[in-house]
């Protein structure tokens, strides 16, 4: 399975209507409910706001709307589209201003499809890997040290809370999480025990 790496968007006319079709990168179906919520909320003058989605490392979750649409017109070849990409933890967004023309039930799933695929063209993503969090606490000394191991492992949304000593968290290819940790207990010379949690 891929993921997506960022927001992408693409539009198309079909006859007067518009169709604006949005990726975002989501990681679980609240995150999924929550963006389409932004996005009826944004495009309120609009007709519709079809969606489709797929989050987890299997794409084992998933949902998908006509939202008024004749029933398997718009959701449908969305997630049809979306499922052939390969892509998880995605949520794609048509939205459709009404342009006067009725397209059919045929024009519909296919201006819906189209919307889709050319939105997907542009999307960045890449294959899953998958992370787990980190964390550990280090004096300012220590910390200077440690951070010359980085660049040998694959880290990232890397936070740093400079306080009396630097508390760092941030996520981690899984199976370089042991191998850190121990280098940074080396590196420490014991004075500094990394946390290695699964990411939920």
């Known amino acids: ?19 604006i079709a949005e990726a975002f990168p989501i990681h679980t179906a609240e995150e999924a409910r929550a963006k389409l919520s932004e996005q009826k909320e944004k495009y309120a003058d609009a007709r519709h706001v079809v969606h489709a989605f797929f989050a987890g490392t299997k794409a084992e979750v998933s949902g998908l709307s006509d939202d008024g649409e004749p029933s398997g017109t ?37 201006a819906y499809q189209d919307a889709a695929k050319q939105v997907l063209a542009v999307a ?18 220590t ?29 981690i290819q899984a199976d370089e999480g042991e191998a850190f940790k121990a280098e940074v207990f080396n590196v420490s010379k014991g004075k500094t025990i990394v946390e290695v949690t699964q990411c939920t």
Do not use: W
């Open 1 to 19: 399975m891929k993921v997506l790496l960022e927001y992408c968007t693409a539009e198309t006319k079909v006859k007067n209507s518009r169709f």
């Open 74 to 110: 718009a959701g449908r070849p969305v997630f049809e589209v979306l499922k052939g990409s390969g892509i998880t933890n995605i949520i794609l967004t048509v939205t459709r201003y009404f342009g006067g023309t009725l397209l059919g039930t045929g024009g519909l799933v296919k």
């Open 124 to 141: 960045r993503a890449e294959e899953y890997v998958e992370r787990n969090s980190f964390s550990f606490t280090a004096d300012y000394a």
């Open 143 to 171: 910390y200077k040290i440690i951070k010359h191991i980085y660049p040998r492992y694959h880290l990232s949304d890397l936070q740093e809370d400079y306080g009396s000593a630097v508390a760092v968290c941030g996520r």
